[in-house]
């Protein structure tokens, strides 16, 4: 229970921190894939800064694991945590909780529950497919027979891909491009259709409710 | 009260004129976009018309802003019309909500639940295909390495686009052919999944249905 | 009531001889397709065949049309015996609801509710891909820059289509083609997914069911 | 009663030697699949291993045709022991199963009701994908116009068609390959499609039940 309590207001006061350090390492990296041409001192801070917040990162890791008091329990209990660690793009998904629980804290009216379940999925989504589309740039740049020759192209394939269109006139040729652009099949896929099946849900609800409130007759 | 009621007055009062001056705006750019070899004055008289159009709706906007009292809490309130506003080619959606509300004025009899949001998604999704197809070949139509070479090829594209097929053999290579396509997807896929999923509900509702209302034994 | 009952009676009694008609046109029209280089006679026999099994459906549809006592009322009422008038190669669709009165009459143990669903949308799909991959071929054989180059092609594309795969390594290319496609994917994608969402909602059940039979410890 | 007494104590005690069996067969073919170039023995050995276990496979299923006392009974009643007999690449399927009933009588904290549909059914799809990729791949290997050049593009070839997003470039072009690619449609996608729903549920009960237990007044 105290370890409990401790754990609690240790994830409260690295919160915000936490949050900007992900949106630096993020801001760093596509800084990084996006301006290649970068004079060197920039380029070298660009990789300090990412380093450092995915340092962040790792220390957070350590005194939850620390707090935790048993390691293996830990591991298994917090996958989530686990995989933001190894892929530290991921992280700024927790910026939509946050917003939501901002929201929660002044009262705002919330959104309806299908709405926060498209706002959250719609916005993962979202920042999964940006991460993709600048991995899948880094490493199709420049390779023999890419396809995907801008980091427009890049983008144009996440979006027919997270729909599950799939043209095909981009699509990735390098094994370390295919690899994240299976990630963004499974995860990116799954939150979408998340998205339409609320909106779907949504949809439907709102029709029968019209339904309930019309007026007897002839109104 | 007095303004709600009010601003629903004229509603009621502008809804025609605007559904009229929609469908204008929808032919005028449609014939701008499907007939470039149209002589010099009727182009103009497409061009003014769809001006016009636009005015009305900027028009609207703006009396039910006034009537609102409060400029930040309208803009808020009705996203959809702010869309619109900047997207007239969306306007004609209101038509399906008319048609919905002329046949319930005449007590007609009405379709299912499933089936009204069967035949509001896909009019909508086959509406927003088609302007779609006509903001991707505008933009298509001469750009060097396009495969959509006909209006036919950018309808084609857009059926594939909507059902998440996703052939490729023809898809937009502009930028701005590549936004439209996106939003095509994001607007039009979530609608036709609607669709898909009003029709599997109601599906094994009928089957259910069927069930019940079997004579018990070998009839 | 004496006219439904009459109705009701007709239907009964034409039921086996049209649905053999459809076969038979059916089977014309495959051989019309797949086999062009049939001698003269035999091609004007496919071609009589299908004819007459199409002046049986035509003279059905007149019949009920006239027993309803009202066209416009006969026509909004029957929208599907409509369209399968004009596209009798849908009208072995009827085969699937004739299959299940069958069992029923001779007490057969019937499929689950989504058993049922699951096999009707998918015989009635693909009976619908295989419809498409007839007209598909017969439009596409021998167009100039045609992809689908022999009926196996046609009947991968169909398959491709039905799932919302898409590869686009094949695709019709004549509108002809590219009409009957759209058909395909509007129609066939709906019912395949009528497939796919009493598939999961039969796993979820069936999951939910397996945890309430478990012996309550260590069993 | 006594016969399904019997029947069931044959398949608690077969059921982990087959399942050893099983994955024999699984690895022996993949190997026989991934390096064509080992010494000739080496093959033999292979080969022998997959035979061995398919005659395991045979005779278990003899004993249970025998055990029933109907043939036609246990053929109908037992369709996916057929199928699995008849392609034994998909007998791992069963892996999963023991593995929750191993979970089970261990009294370990189980899944929830929709992550273990998503555990299963993603298992199984990634299970087929696999298995496909295998197929394919042999039967693609050297074709004349084949798209697919290494295992590699077979295995992603498998993730874009799970997924239904189908870029198409690559595709298998052998009839085998295709047959071997629409079984992986017909059965995967139904699979994913059954872990998309699951999650989805999973996504919008979690966002429900979020609400019921949030304190009542800004905590």
Known sequence: MADDHR????????EK???????????????????PGLPGPLHDLCTALALAAWALFAADY???????????????GHPLDTLVLLLPLLRPLRLVRLYNA???????????????VM???GLSAL??????????????????????????DSVWWACSTLTTTGYGDVAPVTPAGRVAAVALMACGVGLLSAVTGAFSSWLIRSFRTEDEKRPPEGA
Chains 1, 2, 3, 4 share one sequence.
């Open 7 to 14: 754990a609690r207001s240790w994830e409260r006061r690295t």
């Open 17 to 35: 921190p936490l949050l900007a350090a992900s949106l630096v390492f993020f801001a760093a990296y596509a800084l990084h894939v996006l301006a």
């Open 62 to 76: 350590a005194v939850r694991l620390v707090h935790s008091g048993s390691v293996a329990r830990f591991v298994r």
């Open 102 to 116: 901002v929201q929660q804290r002044r009262h705002r009216p919330r959104l309806s529950l299908y709405g926060r």
């Open 119 to 121: 706002a959250y999925a």
């Open 127 to 152: 920042l999964l497919g940006f991460a993709a589309s600048l991995v899948v740039w880094q490493h199709e740049r420049g390779a023999p027979g890419a396809t995907i020759r801008s980091f427009g």
